[in-house]
């Protein structure tokens, strides 16, 4: 591995607006990792690999029984504006991050600190939770053990941010961002682009190497490849798209260009366990058994891997030995006819509609078609695809590309809660399977519990147990894990895990540029 | 004349209120759930009502579109909920490079429009004649995204004549223009072709030649004027037809407009936006008609004293 | 008779009519003609990169993505585009005749009532209003058609009531009202013949749009869903693909381009043939 | 020798022969046409409309249209030089330089979005050059007595009168100083007041510049007043050429007979009540008690009203003026007056076909604020045939279904039965039955007008508005329509309202006459106290300036003066 060198700015495209670059709002994967550079926050991951680290915190303590989290705070940390951050405003972060005024989408994650319900409720401003006994010290005290709170702390959503900054903004802090990150946002120009400059006082020596990075939006993809090729840009950051694949793929410098990277991603398909006749059990396996993966891997140019658990390879709990469902037509018939439907039956499969989604859901279609079931495709804007799914009884089957769960952090049990997990399914929910087992539940509780860091493997198990489990009730088909392909110019240096880091998407703080 | 304004000011507000009344009884409608999509996919039940009790979804409709009256009128078009951001600075930030575009994008195909259609109109029935109908007729029915992308690849990768993407220049532009100029070019040309035509035929095109004039000043200072009269009612109609070409244009050329917030706001379901971009192109369209209905006067005096 | 006679002297228009009746008969016999399934995604039909296959060998016109057969999808896709492109098409011009003559002949409060309601029309974002249809309605063809003709009449009623206003200025309308004619008979008899050729221009001139916006709408999800194919469609999932495999795109836009071209030719021949004005004239 | 160096022809044409092309081939259009021009000479060109008056003078000025017209063989020489033979630049400088053209209609001659001075400009700066060109216009206008010449330039062809803009073509066409003048018609759609102005112009500035004029009429009396040579054209050839009064006094051929013979005459029916009878009395002699078919009272049509309660638009213009007439059945009034007066609107007026104050009953029916409904049996009775008979038919309906048409819309009769009515009333009006599937195009005006009438006829009414029915037409198919429109009255007493300008018109057909002047009827009473003892000078004047067909006369009065 070479040294990465200083210096540098760079260009990176996107096609869509930076909705926001406020920390306890932004959260979409666009904004994420721009987030994460602008921010700091008392936990952070090693670059490139899912290995917590302390950043802001010098040290943490925990108590035995998993309640109480103890920060001692790195001194001399300044915000960009110049003061320097005291334990106050990581509790005035997270309090924001909770405060249902702030309309965040991440307060459930600090669910376990007390006096959450409080705060959400209405009833209190502050969490009682988080104590700020001296400017270097921040006490958490949780209402139940939490083993991903270490975790929770390295999510966006507890970044620091000076009240002061924040107030002044008026409402606009998203736009007028002040952190104490790697970078400092020098100039946003809406609708065109951003300049993020290093920040020179960061507190860890080389990081960041490069000078800056532009970020210019509304560019299409196909357009920002082309200027890649060119030299115009460095980074495109919404990766390359299906028609330009291959022709870059096999182009001699492609392999230089192309990062093709594993993710935390799993496609899916919902199966509504409330929706006849997908209620049956039998059914929702004839149609794992019916899909054929590989087919559909090779739709999209082997950027791909067949799935067969909810949880992608690259998550701990991962179980490498369990085959799941097998493509196997007969079978997938014999069941049918065991449940009643020796000539099928008619459905809807819904999608969202950009390319290739609508062509996996062919796909599928195809497949179902084989054994008899007739899937009508619905490929909608992926907020009409959302609200489907959170209403009871609407959409029987849901192909989740485009809306894939990505992981907020590295823990197997983000996968569970709201997506597979009894507390998911309810109008306007984000379970589309509707599938709710109260066992399952229970266990899922039972290892969230195990904040003992000696028991991490053993909880990591109990984990792996419940989603392999799970698939016994096949509420969903796992369909494929897919690969992350950014393109990079040639003078682009670093580790492919540094473009398609498994916690941040692209990390800006550990990219370099070969002069 | 002043009284004619003041009337057509007046029709415009109305068609605007009836726009925003329309837009938002239909938004109101869709299953969509704002306050969802703004929770997230993490969010509680309570956080979703809370959130639904700040935007005031909560509301029956009509109070709902009544606050919204209320604050247009006082210039607040609400705040975006996925950007958190007035809607009126995101707007504001875009309308200029759609405004460009788009009076670029007159300008190409008005321009083009009336060169290819007056070319054919005079040597009507040859094989100039025949060539510019069917270039206009291919003109028109090409599908947009590929015409984009072929200018695109032409003139700025293969020749490089012009920036691939980008705001801010003249060359930066010409091929976003074209392209949403080549459409409209198409169909302008085959009306002043037969507007053309028709008027060529005129008496008093008969006694312009009659007076020894050279024919380049026939058509340019005679005939095209009589010619432009039935085609500048079209100018009005067509800033409406602009605003789904400018959303594909945009997106291909990077173009910092409004078509792309729109197009980002409709896969949100981002309500204020959508809203706002509505109300700012209905406002452009109706500004349009009323600068055809104003400008016809100019051109043809019956009209001024009618 | 006599009108079929006459498209067959003009060999532009004669050249038209039987491409369209070819077209016709190709989307009516489509199930016969068809080498392939067009929904069938064929294992053979994408290379081992999963890339589509070019024109020629088993293949006719190539394979899409999905390693359909290209040919046997334009030749179902057909049914679907000329459905819109003539009926919804259809539909559009003869509200926008309606609107537009009904407003330019009438005057006063219920002509300001349609026009203004037009002028609404124009300022409503099409787009929006097509994702709101989606939203609300189960998607299909007739739906698709229908949101495309409440969307393009708009233009056609005003041009057609621009018309309107100055034919109802010429001699002969008052001329017909002196003879005791009602409004009915005057809009009918006397005002919509001298609409025809505008009604054939926008008519033939819209088809090529019509045909792309259904592939815009079905996009939006209120169109013809997949695996149905729509000449719009096969052009519009595959436009990306312009350099990567340009016959998805080719070959399609040229069919749009070719069959539209027809109406148009078979329209201008029919519009100088319907015209008693032109008759013996050079 | 001096003859021939005075009578060197400044324009020959000679042998000019054109062709038309049709899709049922070629149709030669003039045949071996050939005349002389000589220096400060007018020369009459007259004829039956279509006989190629308009093509010659469009194939002298190198303007037939390229796609239907084709010289085929001849010359034409302006001095040496054969213009058919000149490159197009050089065609340029002859066009508006050497020879300029007034055209047959001046309504729609004039550029409608330029202003007047741009386009008289226009034509100087290409022939002389930019400097004081203005200067140059205003003397024009000037000189063919346009007023406020200043504020003119700036008006645009809309805001002028029709006499106006005919004065301002020629000002056009004379501020190059042309050696050559062509005048297609320039009066024919013009009252007699505002020709008699006209034509004293050009005389003038014949005599002034010493310009050539070749002057295209059908008015004989025009040609008396104006030729020193005529020609006269029949069916593509010149079949008789000379000097005027020989033309008139002495005229060769039978078809210039019969040209001469078919102008009416003002004063020729004094002395007489009625018009003249083409079939002797057969009806009962006329009795003063029977009712009026139309009775108006206190007429007024005004034209812009106000648009709204808060801005006032443009004040209305008031164009008929508390106007009262009756006619009664079988009998004619006759409405004259100058161009502008509002004969046409009363016209329209009456038959309530725009909206107007006052009361007008037809049959005794008032049909004031009456809707579409309650007026269709007044329709019935009362039919218009408008000033512009091709026009006023649709050019999409064939003229049989246009004819049957009224049948439909008041339910009369079976399809058959229409069928068999057509054809009579086609052949009452002296057309063929087989006319009735062709479309308006293919006629003539002449036989357009008679399908007019023969529409109007169709549902029996008693009443006929007729405006300004004969004025496009010349003398020959005038003569005929005149004496149709007399037999009708004859054999089923139709009541006319006959609108003219033509004052030999209106003498000829009225039983009463009512002149109009802005608006106002100025004089009423039968047609002998209107013609034989006019009482109001306006009366008077449009008399006196109604041209009379005889070159002595003028001569007389030339010298006379001189
Ligand atoms: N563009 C044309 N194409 C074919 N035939 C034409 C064309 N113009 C004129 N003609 C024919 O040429 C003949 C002469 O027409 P022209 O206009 O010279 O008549 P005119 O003597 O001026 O009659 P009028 O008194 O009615 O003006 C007519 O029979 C007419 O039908
Ligand atoms: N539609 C109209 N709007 C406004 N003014 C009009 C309109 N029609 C006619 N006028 C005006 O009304 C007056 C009378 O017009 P009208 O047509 O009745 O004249 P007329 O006596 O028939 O003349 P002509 O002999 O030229 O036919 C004219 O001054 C004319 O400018
Ligand atoms: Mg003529
Ligand atoms: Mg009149």
Not at chain 1, 13 to 22: A, G, S, V
Not at chain 2, 272 to 278: A, D, H, K
Not at chain 4, 147 to 169: C, D, N, W, Y
Request: overall charge neutral; aromatic content about 8%; hydrophobic content about 45%.
């Amino acid at each position: 591995q070479e040294t990465p060198k200083q210096g540098g700015d760079i260009i990176v495209t996107y096609k869509n607006d930076i909705t926001t670059l406020d920390p306890a709002i932004g959260y979409d994967w666009v904004n994420w990792s721009m987030i994460k550079s602008l921010y700091s926050r008392l936990m952070d991951y090693e670059p490139g690999t899912p290995n917590l680290v302390p950043s802001l915190a010098e040290s943490n303590a925990v108590s035995p029984d998993g309640l109480t989290y103890t920060f001692k705070l790195r001194k001399g940390v300044k915000f960009s504006n110049g003061r320097e951050v005291v334990a106050s405003d990581v509790k005035y972060s997270i309090e924001r991050a909770v405060d249902p005024k702030t309309q965040g989408p991440g307060a459930g994650f600090f669910g376990a600190i007390k006096g959450f319900e409080d705060v959400t409720g209405g009833k209190a401003a502050t969490l009682s939770g988080i104590e700020a006994p001296d400017d270097g010290t921040v006490v958490f005290n949780l209402s139940r053990p939490d083993a991903t709170f270490l975790h929770v702390l390295a999510i966006n959503f507890a970044s620091v941010v000076p009240k002061e900054a924040v107030e002044a903004a008026a409402g606009d802090f998203g736009k007028k961002p002040v952190g104490s990150g790697t970078f400092v946002l020098k100039d946003w120009t809406i609708g065109q682009k951003l300049i993020f400059e290093r920040n020179k006082d960061y507190y860890v020596k080389d990081t960041p190497h490069i000078d800056s990075f532009t970020v210019e939006v509304g560019q299409e993809p196909l357009v920002a490849l082309l200027r890649l090729q060119k030299g115009e840009v460095d980074i495109a950051g919404d990766g390359i798209p299906p028609a330009k694949f291959l022709e870059i793929k096999n182009s001699a410098e492609g392999p230089q260009m192309i990062v093709d990277g594993e993710q935390l991603h799993t496609g899916y398909v919902t199966l509504n366990t409330k929706v006849k006749p997908l209620d049956n059990v039998k059914v929702r396996q004839a149609v794992n058994l019916a899909i054929n993966k590989e087919r559909i891997t090779r739709i999209l140019n082997g950027r791909a891997t067949p799935a067969t658990q909810p949880l992608p390879p690259l998550m701990p709990g991962y179980d490498k030995s369990f085959a799941g469902y097998s493509y196997d037509v007969e079978k997938a018939k014999a069941l049918l006819s065991e449940a009643g439907f020796p000539d099928g039956f008619e459905t809807t499969l819904y999608s969202t509609n950009t390319d290739p989604q609508p062509r996996i859901a062919q796909a599928l279609q195809q497949d179902l078609a084989a054994v008899g079931i007739k899937a009508e495709i619905r490929a909608l804007a992926q907020a009409n695809v959302i609200s489907a799914g959170g209403t009871e009884g609407e959409a029987p089957m849901i192909w989740s590309g485009g809306m894939a769960w990505i992981a907020d952090f590295p823990d197997p049990s983000n996968f569970y809660g709201p997506i597979l997990g009894c507390a998911g399914a309810v109008p306007g929910g984000w379970n589309w399977s509707w599938y709710c087992n109260a066992d399952l539940d229970k266990r899922a509780v039972a290892a969230d519990s195990m904040s003992d860091p000696a028991k991490v493997a053993e909880r990591t198990a109990a984990w792996g147990k419940i989603f392999t489990d799970i698939m016994a009730d096949a509420p969903w088909v796992p369909v494929i894990n897919e690969r992350r392909v950014v393109a990079k110019s040639l003078r682009m240096g670093g580790g492919d895990n540094i473009y398609i880091d498994p916690t941040r998407v692209i990390n800006y703080d550990a990219i370099y540029v070969n002069q | 004349m002043a009284f004619l304004v003041l009337r057509r000011l007046m029709q415009a507000a109305l068609i605007l209120l009836g726009v925003a009344a329309i837009t938002f009884l239909l938004l109101y409608a869709l299953p969509a759930d704002p306050a969802r999509m703004i929770a997230g996919r993490s969010a509680t039940a309570q956080t979703v009502a809370n959130i639904r009790a700040q935007l005031g979804l909560d509301q029956p409709l009509l109070v709902q579109f009544w606050t919204y009256l209320v604050n247009l009128l006082s210039g607040n078009l609400g705040r975006s909920y996925a950007q958190k951001t007035e809607v009126l600075t995101l707007i504001a930030a875009r309308l200029p490079a759609t405004l460009t575009l788009m009076l670029a994008g007159i300008l190409v195909e008005v321009t083009l429009g009336l060169i290819l259609g007056t070319i054919a109109a005079v040597r009507r029935g040859g094989f100039v004649d025949r060539l510019v109908m069917m270039a206009s007729f291919v003109g028109a029915s090409a599908p947009q995204f590929v015409v984009a992308l072929l200018l695109l690849y032409v003139f700025a990768v293969m020749l490089g004549w012009f920036p691939m993407s980008g705001y801010g220049t003249l060359a930066h532009v010409v091929l976003p223009a074209s392209t949403l100029g080549i459409l409209g070019a198409g169909w302008y040309a085959r009306m002043v072709r037969s507007a053309m035509i028709d008027v060529l035929n005129q008496d008093y095109v008969r006694t312009a030649r009659a007076k020894g004039l050279s024919s380049r000043r026939i058509i340019f200072r005679h005939a095209l004027p009589n010619a432009v009269l039935p085609i500048i009612a079209m100018i009005g109609i067509d800033i409406g037809q602009f605003m789904g070409g400018v959303v594909v244009v945009e997106a291909v050329y990077g173009w910092p407009g409004i078509g792309q917030l729109a197009w980002q706001a409709i896969q949100q379901v981002d309500i204020p936006i959508i809203m706002g971009v509505t109300l700012v192109s209905a406002l452009a369209i109706v500004i349009g008609n009323l600068f055809a209905d104003l400008i016809a006067p100019v051109i043809d005096p019956r009209i001024r004293t009618r | 008779m006599r009108v079929l006679k006459a498209i067959m002297r003009q060999p532009s228009a004669l050249f038209g009519l039987v491409v369209v009746a070819f077209v016709i008969v190709l989307a009516l016999g489509a199930p016969w003609f068809a080498p392939f399934n067009p929904g069938d995604q064929m294992f053979d039909g994408l290379s081992l990169d999963g890339a589509p296959l070019p024109p020629g060998g088993q293949f006719l016109l190539g394979t899409d993505t999905l390693g359909r057969d290209l040919f046997s999808r334009l030749l179902f896709g057909a049914r679907t585009s000329l459905v819109i492109g003539l009926v919804a098409n259809g539909i559009a011009v003869a509200i926008g005749l309606f609107v537009g003559i009904v407003a330019g002949y009438l005057r006063g409060f219920a002509s300001n009532v349609l026009m203004r309601f037009t002028d609404l029309m124009t300022a409503f974002p099409a787009l929006l209003l097509a994702i709101m249809l989606a939203a609300l309605l189960r998607p299909s063809l007739w739906i698709v058609a229908m949101v495309i003709a409440l969307v393009n009449w708009v233009q056609v009623a005003r041009i057609v009531y621009t018309e309107t206003r100055s034919l109802a200025e010429r001699d002969f309308i008052m001329a017909e009202r002196s003879l005791g004619a009602g409004h009915l008979r005057v809009l009918f008899m006397h005002i919509l013949p001298h609409l025809i050729p505008t009604a054939i221009v926008w008519g033939t001139l819209g088809i090529a749009t019509t045909v792309l916006l259904e592939a815009t709408l079905s996009f939006l999800g209120i169109g013809v869903q997949p695996p149905q194919p729509s000449w719009g469609n096969i052009i519009f999932e595959s436009q990306s693909y312009f350099q990567a495999a340009p016959w998805l795109v080719f070959f399609p836009g040229a069919i749009i381009l070719l069959t539209a071209l027809s109406f148009n030719l078979v329209g201008d021949a029919l519009r100088d043939i319907l015209d008693p004005t032109q008759r013996g004239r050079g | 020798m001096i003859l021939s160096l005075i009578g060197a022809p400044i324009l020959s044409v000679r042998n000019l022969s054109v062709d038309a092309l049709t899709p049922e081939g070629l149709k030669p259009v003039l045949r071996d046409v050939g005349f002389d021009l000589t220096s400060g000479e007018t020369l009459c060109i007259a004829g039956e409309s279509g006989s190629g008056k308009s093509v010659a003078s469009l194939a002298v000025m190198g303007l037939l249209p390229k796609t239907s017209l084709r010289v085929t063989s001849g010359s034409i020489l302006l001095g040496k030089r054969d213009l058919l033979a000149l490159s197009n630049r050089t065609m340029r400088s002859v066009r508006g330089g050497d020879i300029a053209m007034v055209f047959q209609e001046p309504m729609t001659s004039l550029n409608p979005v330029m202003s007047i001075g741009a386009q008289l400009t226009e034509a100087i700066r290409e022939h002389q050059g930019g400097e004081n060109a203005e200067a140059v216009v205003l003397r024009m206008l000037d000189a063919v007595q346009i007023t406020e010449p200043a504020r003119r330039i700036k008006q645009f062809p809309h805001e002028l009168s029709g006499g106006m803009r005919q004065r301002v073509m020629i000002a056009m066409a004379l501020s190059c100083q042309p050696k050559v003048l062509i005048a297609d018609e320039p009066t024919t759609a013009l009252d007699v007041t505002v020709q008699a102005q006209i034509l004293k112009l050009m005389r003038e500035l014949k005599a002034e510049f010493g310009t050539s004029i070749i002057l295209i009429t059908h008015d004989m009396g025009v040609v008396a007043q104006m030729a020193d040579r005529v020609a006269i054209m029949q069916n593509g050839r010149i079949v008789e050429e000379g000097p005027s009064p020989a033309i008139f006094s002495r005229p060769k051929e039978a078809y210039t007979r019969q040209l001469l013979a078919a102008v009416p005459r003002l004063g020729a029916l004094a002395g007489t009540d009625g018009p003249p009878r083409v079939t002797p009395i057969t009806i009962e002699p006329e009795r003063s008690d029977r009712s009026p078919v139309m009775n108006v009272r206190g007429l007024n049509v005004s034209y812009g009203s106000p648009v709204g309660r808060i801005f006032k638009g443009k004040a209305p213009v008031q164009v008929v003026n508390d106007i009262s007439f009756d006619i009664l059945p079988g009998k004619t009034l006759g409405l004259v007056g100058e161009s502008g007066s509002g004969k046409s609107t009363t016209g329209k007026a009456v038959l309530g076909l725009i909206p107007f104050t006052g009361n007008v009953l037809i049959d005794g029916q008032n049909i004031a604020g009456l809707d579409q409904r309650s007026m269709r049996p007044v329709r019935r009775s009362a039919q218009m045939i408008f000033q512009d008979p091709y026009a006023s038919l649709d050019s999409r309906m064939a003229v049989g279904a246009a004819i049957a048409e009224p049948m439909v819309i008041h339910g009369i009769g079976s399809k058959s039965e229409r069928r068999d009515r057509v054809a009579d009333l086609l052949r009452r009006v002296g057309l063929t039955p087989d006319a009735a599937t062709r479309y308006p195009h293919e006629f003539s005006g002449g036989q357009r007008q008679r399908i007019c009438i023969a529409r109007a006829l169709a549902v029996g009414p008693r009443l006929i508005v007729a405006d300004e029915s004969v004025a496009a037409l010349d003398v020959s198919v005038r003569t005929r329509v005149l004496d149709l429109m007399l037999e009708l009255q004859e054999t089923i007493g139709l009541a006319y309202l006959f609108i003219s300008h033509d004052m030999a018109v209106i003498e000829r057909m009225s039983h009463h006459v009512a002149v109009m002047r802005g608006g106002r009827i100025v004089e009423t009473g039968t047609r002998r106290e209107i013609f034989e003892s006019p009482k109001d000078d306006y009366t008077q004047a449009l008399i006196a300036a109604v041209p009379i067909p005889d070159p002595g006369v003028y001569r007389k009065r030339a010298q006379g003066l001189g």
